[in-house]
């Protein structure tokens, strides 16, 4: 499974500092338990890839993917709390995010990962991967949808979403649709992803905006 490359994890690291540092300045100092916010979001994920034998359940892998994608804004949260260099932590997930499972049974796979975090109240990369690979989730796609997400927040705090003048549906269309659309558009690969993507949807509210 192709890696994460070390320009994408440079990325998502500066991003999770800097929505981090719109939160709290001094969010590193804060002691904020991110391992807590990681076993919760396990218990969503499980709900929706299923697990009641009472009744029928289809896995709804689109939501499992974006539970996964939470959890790696509050696992990079954590990593980057814990006073290690960037270039430490790429290194270090460079080696950890070895994304393959022997385990057949996604759920299993998931419940290690919540006794993992709870253990050691940290973020565990490697059993992270393990996840993506039991839903078959690539680094890419995890990148783009990292990136989207992290960009997407950024742009509703900028306009409005606090005092509650943000606009979440612009031309009939939710401010996510419009996101999965815009980056469809674009170039992923190059260093200016995300600000491209912002730029996007800039031109697309402002649009829309207009001709309301």
């Given amino acids: 499974m192709q890696q994460a490359s070390i320009a994408q994890l440079r990325t998502m690291l500066d991003l999770q500092n800097s929505m981090n540092t719109k939160v709290h300045a001094e969010w590193?100092?804060?002691?904020?338990?991110?391992?807590?916010?990681?076993?919760i979001e396990c218990g969503e994920m499980l709900d929706h890839y299923g697990w009641k034998w009472w009744k029928k359940q289809t896995a709804d892998i689109p939501q499992v993917e974006l539970e996964l994608i939470d959890i790696w804004h509050f696992g990079l949260s954590d990593l980057l709390q814990r006073g290690?260099?960037?270039?430490?932590?790429?290194?270090?997930?460079?080696?950890?995010?070895?994304?393959?499972?022997d385990q057949p049974d996604f759920r299993l796979d998931l419940e290690a990962f919540a006794e993992v975090t709870l253990r050691t109240k940290g973020f565990d990369v490697a059993a992270f991967a393990r996840l993506m690979a039991g839903i078959n989730m690539t680094s890419g796609e995890l990148f783009t949808g990292y990136v989207g997400k992290n960009v997407l927040n950024f742009f509703r705090q900028d306009h409005g979403y606090q005092d509650g003048t943000y606009i979440k549906v612009w031309a009939g269309l939710e401010d996510n649709e419009h996101l999965v659309e815009a980056i469809k558009l674009l170039d992923t690969s190059?260093?200016?992803?995300?600000?491209?993507?912002?730029?996007?949807?800039?031109?697309?509210?402002?649009?829309?905006?207009?001709?309301a």
């Fill in 28 to 39: 590193r100092t804060q002691g904020f338990d991110w391992y807590r916010a990681i076993w």
């Fill in 84 to 101: 290690k260099s960037i270039d430490e932590i790429v290194e270090q997930v460079q080696q950890e995010l070895n994304i393959t499972t």
């Fill in 190 to 211: 190059v260093d200016s992803f995300s600000d491209d993507l912002y730029q996007a949807l800039e031109e697309r509210y402002q649009r829309c905006a207009q001709s």
